[in-house]
């Protein structure tokens, strides 16, 4: 049985530790060391300490960015479960009644397909898109929808609006995949449940929230930390959807552009790699957050 | 499924008919007006999905004059498909198409066979340093991708590989190893010890083992994280914008890299037929391959979150 095992486990082993440990684990140490020096990326390495983190403390476009992605990470998650889980069901519970039975609505099948869809473009492709969604004037799909009378929405040219204008696509993006996550958990939800309530004469609306709710919640809890990441993350669309690239004005500007953009744009390795370091540290307690403060409500189905 | 429980005779289901047989029509109605408005949400919402992909569809179609007139979701004056052939060959999205082919099959392949197989030594062997190393593998499931951009481009820059699809092949594996491992190290744990300890009396190699009785008996799993791995692969920007980067790299774009750029082009030379036929050219094969296997697709990129 021991015959040959330890060469077998080496030789299986190596090359993905190796890969692993090149690209994504070495990288992550670099840019905790990196954030500790001045580098921009030529020539010698120089440390300075927490010079960094405290250029980040006094940076505005900092915490305008972190403003930015807290607005996600707090509306992104609410928004997307709220309306997933409405659709979802709708479309397993919000069929007719036959003798206590409560069914999904006609057509169930072909909605969930629709829905889902979005989620295999690329958010680089649904950006380009929605870009020209959003057009200001009146070759943009909305513009070109609104009356001829109204002058053109700005949309992502609006400060106060471009935020929110992204919060829409990727809300857009995620629903459908939520909704089928969603139908899967409350099809394994017996339905003697939902038919014992009915029974009890519990409405539609009780049947959601006392029990489709309590029974999806370890389901919503993932979604959260899913939705949470994809919050924090937002690159692909910030960098191709908006004006000037996270404007106007720094309107758009989000962390993971600004690390991008120090990076490769303004020659700030160093200080890029602070403000990944704090985003990991963000994403982190995000994560143990999210799990600490939803774990006591949780309910074995 | 609840919804499947038509049972025929169902209505002769006892309990309710005596007691609620008075408000029996009230709350037939309600339910009625329930379903109804069900539909109409649900319709909008499908309405709201589609209506922008339709809409870059017949923009596609059009001149810029038409495109500026507004009414979005007018029928185009003319079908004329050189727009395509623009966006295919002048803006070298089939090019771009079968650069992101290209890759994608490559390194889901790779991610497949080295992923199984650390998972596969993982989860099934007991040896010294085990679980230092399953944990390295899902620790990196907690680190944002864009946190190391920095240091992975001097990584590949010092040995020579930016701008090649070596790198990004080995790139795009290495990030996909943890999710990858973490969900098949779960997998192979659950799988029988019954059937590889028959083999090992008969004298399978551990190798044989592995490929012969454990991938097979795997294959449910392996197909799911396979689909969610070329979705996922398919759909990457940020790394290639990393990787594929530097004085050479505009033939070696992807499909997302190279849409994004024709996107910026399109805005400076006000050529956004061409966009919009590129869009679609982007958009076509997914939804093709997507109408074959919605189902195992949902069930792939969903597996990740169902425990």
Known sequence: ????????????????????????????????????????????????????FQKLWNDDLFWKSLRHNLFLLILLPIVTIAIALVFAFLLNVGGSQRGGVTRGVRGSKAYRIIFFFPQLLALAIVAVIFGRVFGPDKSGMLNGLFPDSWSPWLFMADERWAMTCILVVL???????????????????????????????????????????????????VAWVYLGIAAFDAFAIVNIMTVDRGGPNGATSVLSLMIYRNTFEFSQVGYASAIGVVLFFLTLTFAALTLRVTRRESIEA | MTNLTSVPGADVVPAPAAKSAGRKPSTKREVNAFTGLAHIGLVFWALVTAGPLIWVVLASFKTNTEIF???????????????????????HVGRYFFNSVFVVLLSTAGTMLLGSMAAYVLARYRFFGNRFIYYLFVSGLAFPTFMALGPLFYILKNMGLLGTYTGLILVYIAYSLPFTVFFLAAFFKTLPYEIEEAATVDGASHTRKFFQIMMPMARSGLVSITIFNIVGQWNQYLLPVVVISGPGSDQKLLLTQGIAQISVSAGYHAQWSTLFAALTLSILP???????????????LTAGAVK
């Not at chain 1, 001045?38 to 960094?52: D, M, P, R, T, V």
């Not at chain 2, 029928?75 to 727009?83: A, E, I, R």
């Open chain 2, 286 to 300: 997914m939804i093709v391959v997507y109408a074959i296997f919605q189902r195992q697709i949902q069930a792939g």
């Open chain 1, 1 to 52: 049985m021991r015959h040959g095992k330890y060469p077998f486990i080496i030789g299986f082993l190596v090359v993905p530790v190796a890969l692993y440990c090149t690209f994504v684990v070495a990288a992550y140490i670099q840019s905790f060391q990196l954030a500790m020096t001045s580098w921009s990326g030529f020539g010698a390495i120089k440390y300075i300490g927490f010079e960094n």
């Open chain 1, 171 to 221: 809300i857009w993006q995620a629903i459908g995949f939520y909704v089928v996550l969603f139908s899967a958990g409350m099809g394994s939800i017996s339905s003697d449940i939902y038919e014992a309530a009915a029974l009890d004469g519990a409405s539609r609306f009780t049947l959601f929230f006392r029990i489709t709710i309590p029974l999806l919640w370890g389901t919503i809890q």
């Open chain 2, 69 to 91: 007139l507004g009414k979005p979701f007018a029928l185009p004056q003319s079908f004329s498909f050189q727009t395509y052939v623009d966006a295919w060959s002048e803006a």
